[in-house]
């Protein structure tokens, strides 16, 4: 008697076990929960002007910072008065930013920071905007040519140096007289 009740306590053990496995182990009823991507963030706009490299409006992540808008319009230009901006300030959207130049260049003086283009070598002249290595040596190789510029504007007359880049650097350049 002992015996039979093991092996009946033992088939309802079995009986429940398979049914415990086959319950889990099937196919889940119903349809599916879709899952959504977690929300990006829109971009904010900020416009930048001043002394930067490429003034202009650019689109950001929101969350950035002063810093991230001065190097998506190409950093600061030499005559920029970069410690008067705070760099780690957030931006918002819509916000602006003036980066001011500094007072001896706002006064015309001739601050010791322009480039002469007289005397100038070929890594200082490489520091203005839009002059590459190449422009830089083609300005050396036309002071030589023709002796030195009397006027900023004379640099037009260099290959390469057009309209639009002058007037990109014509607030950064002397010719020392």
């Known amino acids: 008697m002992k015996t039979t009740i093991n092996i009946i306590i033992g088939i309802l053990i079995g009986v429940l076990l398979a049914g415990i496995i086959w319950n889990t182990a099937r196919q889940p009823s119903g349809d ?6 977690p929300p990006t963030l829109a ?5 930048i002007n001043g002394s930067v490299v490429s003034p202009g409006v650019y689109d950001l992540p929101e969350g950035s910072r002063v810093t991230d808008a001065i ?13 008067e901006i705070n760099l780690a300030a957030l931006l918002k959207d819509g916000a602006q930013i003036n980066i001011e130049t500094r007072s001896y260049y706002d006064a015309g003086g001739g601050g010791t920071d322009r480039v002469n283009i007289n005397t100038a070598n070929l890594d200082e002249l490489d520091t203005l905007p839009g ?4 422009t830089a040596q083609a300005i050396i190789d036309y002071r030589r040519q023709f002796g030195n510029f009397q006027r900023t504007d004379e640099l037009t007359e260099v290959s390469g140096i057009g309209p639009a880049t002058y007037d990109r650097i ?3 350049i002397t010719t020392g007289n």
């Open 43 to 47: 971009p904010i706009s900020v416009h």
């Open 32 to 37: 599916a929960v879709p899952l959504r991507p």
């Open 131 to 134: 002059i590459g290595p190449s």
């Open 170 to 172: 014509k607030d950064l």
């Open 71 to 83: 190097d998506a319009a190409g950093g600061f230009l030499p005559i920029a008065d970069s410690e």
